[in-house]
């Protein structure tokens, strides 16, 4: 495990908020919520959890900004660091009692990720990465899997669903990667793909139209896992496009080659 002054404070400000999630959770796994609904209970939760990183990581380093999935952007004196903050990335998970989703947590410096945690609080999964340190789980160093043939690697893909997404582009895609492809897979969390991506659990991964916040943190862990990551375009503008493509070297290019055909 890395301990760096810099990732000691990341974990410790997703380790807090994880406690309270996975205490949301267990009231959501048992139908608890509250009177206005599953959907207001599911906000509530994921607004604990931002105030808490948000309380934390000022005291830890009161001139950084940040760029939260609820409260937005917030300025701080030092440009040049920013937080990017998803306290529950796997919302429709976390509501329907399915134990698959995560606080991903990642410090982008000038632009460019540096550090990042992905924290699922009901598995006790900690994935840590920061420039030049590798990657881990939990204290085991982790690499991305090194299958060199698209015909014999599982790959995770982001799904379109209802009022979100291209529909007709996403089904151009799968018709080109479907019969390449030994299993494709989804999990909904788009941080867990690619945390899962970086461990080898996933040879590659691809979405499109995400956030900064679903993708910050985990581009720095495959990096660091040994892996490549890039936008539909072969290029490095994902946190300005939305799109990426992760894997090792040969995968995500034969990935990206036929994704850019559709």
């Known amino acids: ?31 608890q919520v509250s009177m206005k609904g599953p959907g207001d209970f599911v906000s509530a939760a994921d607004r604990k959890a931002e105030d808490t990183i948000f309380a934390e990581l000022s005291r830890a380093r009161p001139n950084y900004g940040f760029l939260m999935e609820e409260r937005g952007a917030v ?39 540096v550090a990042g945690v992905i924290y699922n609080p009901v598995s006790d999964e900690l994935y840590v990465a920061e420039s030049g340190q590798g990657a881990y789980l939990n204290e085991r160093r982790i690499r991305v899997a ?3 043939k698209l015909a014999d690697c599982v790959v995770c893909c982001g799904l379109p669903h209802m009022g979100r997404g291209n529909h ?35 040879d590659a991964f691809w979405e499109r139209n995400l956030s900064p916040w679903d993708m910050a943190a985990g581009i720095i862990m495959v990096r660091e896992a040994g892996g490549y990551v890039s936008d ?31």
Do not use: C, Y
Request: no cysteine; proline share 4%; glycine share 8%.
């Open 1 to 31: 495990m890395i301990r760096s002054p810099l990732i000691t404070v990341m974990v410790q400000a997703v380790r807090k908020a994880g406690r309270t999630l996975a205490r949301d959770f267990g009231e959501v796994e048992q139908l």
């Open 168 to 202: 007709d582009q996403f089904n151009r895609e799968l018709e080109l990667v479907q019969p390449q492809v030994s299993g494709l897979r989804r999990t909904g969390s788009a941080t867990i793909d690619l945390a899962w991506t970086a461990a080898g659990r996933f």
């Open 232 to 262: 539909m375009d072969d290029g490095d503008k994902m946190l300005d496009n939305g799109h990426i493509v992760a894997g090792n070297e040969l995968i995500r290019r034969d990935l990206q080659k036929l994704l850019k055909k559709a």
């Open 146 to 148: 090194a299958r060199r």
């Open 75 to 113: 300025e701080g004196t030092d440009p040049a660091n920013t937080w990017v903050v998803d306290p529950l990335d796997g919302t429709t998970n976390f509501l329907h009692g399915i134990p698959i989703f995560s606080i991903s947590l990642a410090l982008v410096r000038n632009g460019v990720p």
